[in-house]
């Protein structure tokens, strides 16, 4: 048993932390949220500094890493609040092509993803299907040796910046049959497909995508038609595990402001860092953010097991992380003061993206009875 | 990172598995209540551990200890747990043993230790004062010289199972004058000494856990002091954090998890379904099965620090928190689970010698308010915030 990282994870951590403290600090994320195209200088970085080949296959230019490195990348990226759509295109995106994408596939993306110049939005959610995987209604009807798409996806993170959509379609069945799912690798550009693009709560950029018969040929189907939905309830758990170490990284943040924040403001000739009451508070957040290091750090390991226990080392660290994040992000706007409710402090940005994270693949109660569900499955 | 045991941690754990499976007194497996046991009951397994060489795992091999890696040492706790030991007592082998392999003189080592590691003597804590309880620099208890001798009086209270101690370790105050912490010296007594009255406590399951000493002109010689006078308080905040380390109780908590499940499939719900498909109870089980996950993977993240020499720091004051947090969580939930057969009580009025309901009801509620006591004992969990709060967040 052994808690370290590899020489080639610290390396990241550090190249990455240096690049954030000086291109990427507060102010200066503020200015590019600004611009339409600053995202594109990031983005090339992120290619330079290997992040976004670390974890892709070898054989498809990348450097054979894995949910590991993914998680020391995503818990940085929580830290500097990263809105660049990493986690679609590189664990998403890529995850689909690596589970379910034929050779030629691969060649074909996943060497782009690699050297920066495919960008890939997963078009999951519906307008009526929350957060349940199986609920499809958008359908790919068979037309010749391709298919035609036609429905409406909701929230889909990253669009904006996406050249390609990674859709999921019903090919078969009723709209929440598990059968009949396939997965679909689109252009963006693809005659017919629409999108209104909006910022979201953490000033992450996403869109509602309309796909209005929209002519695709053989090769964008990724995988078998019908049965594509084990292929997305595991590159949803890995979308999870990165976007849980991510909330570590923003939970880390707010406990560190906030204890800095305490020691120096002052109030009743003294700095509110010595009132018991906050401390004890501040305690609790530091216990949450280590908790939830445990708890993104033990799904992480356990992404390579079998789906159940996969499926619930995910869920259990999704239920503690969606907890501990909200006590974390509120208390931290609590002892900020009336700072804390302010767009120019720091610590409110990292209370909007943990809330924005709880809210992406399932909250806690949606993961509350998935855990459950499996483990009555695994006991019976 | 790699969380899965090696070969040779595999064998480790078969062999010590064997072992428990062997040697554990059947008669005694499964216990829980402390109410139900004898003195003996209490000795039986620190006893076969002692022969073995296994009963203070903790440690310096010189001393007595195992050599077991941190990991070997989690395999330990839980193949105990597993096999549903009483384990031994912590005020000999976690408290006062490590003290005195640590500040003791070699003449001391000499006579105490064997007895600790061989279960032979039993040991008692004399730390808390009816005045000082989370504030224990503030006790009273006097330590006067005269000659190669201390004359001791005061009261000493919370002293569990003190009943049954030969011996005891005494935090008491040799200087008046100086500063709360520097006047303290640590003692360790002879219980049979002329002047110490022991007086059981009765507590809220009707047992006798724990209890006053009263201590009367007891004349201790010098030589029982443990490292120099005045210094006494090194040596007891180095045994609470000794004390903490294992406080989480994880592997306990883990089996008393399979309990509370075996339980609920037993126990039928409201809508005549069994209990463990109760949407409500299954959310809190669900709930406290993560948290316990956490806890687990946070304690090892802390051996592993350990393993690599790092010791165990102020962090362990949170397992001490989120451990004690569950035990208690556990005993509420077993209690719920229980139903109405938790409400009779043979234990208030002293005997336990028949159950009402099934097997597992009648110590539900003794357990739960006996439990309590987790998050006030070694420190209440304030004191742990305020420690965590000073040694690591600086505030």
Redesign the interface.
Known sequence: MNFDYTDEQNAIRDSLSKWAQQQYDFDKRREALKSEDAWKTNWATFAELGLLMAPLPEEYGGLGGGPLDVSVVAEEFGKALVVEPYVPTVVIGAGALKYAGSAAQKEEHLNAIAGGERIIAFAQAEPKSRWALNDVSTTAKKDGAGYVLNGQKAVVIGAPQADHLLVTARTSGGQRDAKGISLFLVSKSAKGVTTRDYPTMDDTRAAEVYFENVSVGAEALLGAADGALPVIERIVDEANAAYNHEAVGCMRMMTDLTREYAKTRQQFGKPIATFQVLQHRMVDMFMAAEESYSMALRATIKLGESDEERAKAVSAAKVSIGKHSRFVGQAAVQIHGGMGVTDEMRVGHYFKRTTMLDATFGNVDYHLRRFTALNQKSAA | ??????PE?IAFRNEVRAFIDENYPKRLKGKVLREDLSKEDFLAWHKILGKKGWSAPAWPKEYGGTGWTA?QRYIWLEENARGETIPPLPFGISMVGPVIYTFGTPEQKQRHLPGILSGEVWWAQGYSEPGAGSDLASLKTRAVREGDHYIINGQKTWTTLGQHADWGFFLVRTDTSAKAQEGISFLLIDMKSPGVTVRPIKLLDGGYEVNDVFLENVKVPVDQRIYEENKGWTCAKFLLAHERAGIAGVARSKRNVERL?SIAKAEIGDDGKPL??DDEF??K???L???L???E??E??TL?REQAGKGPGP?SS?LK??GTEIQQRLTELTLEAVGNYAQPYPRGLGGNEFAVGPDYSSAAAPVYFNWRKASIYGGSN?IQ??I??KM????
């Open positions: 990172m790699d969380l899965n045991f090696s941690e990991t499940k463990i498909e299954q959310r089980l669900s709930e099965e993560i948290d996950s956490a806890l993977m946070t090892l993240r592993a962090e949170l928190i989120k304030e915030r305020n965590i709060a690591v967040l600086g505030l």
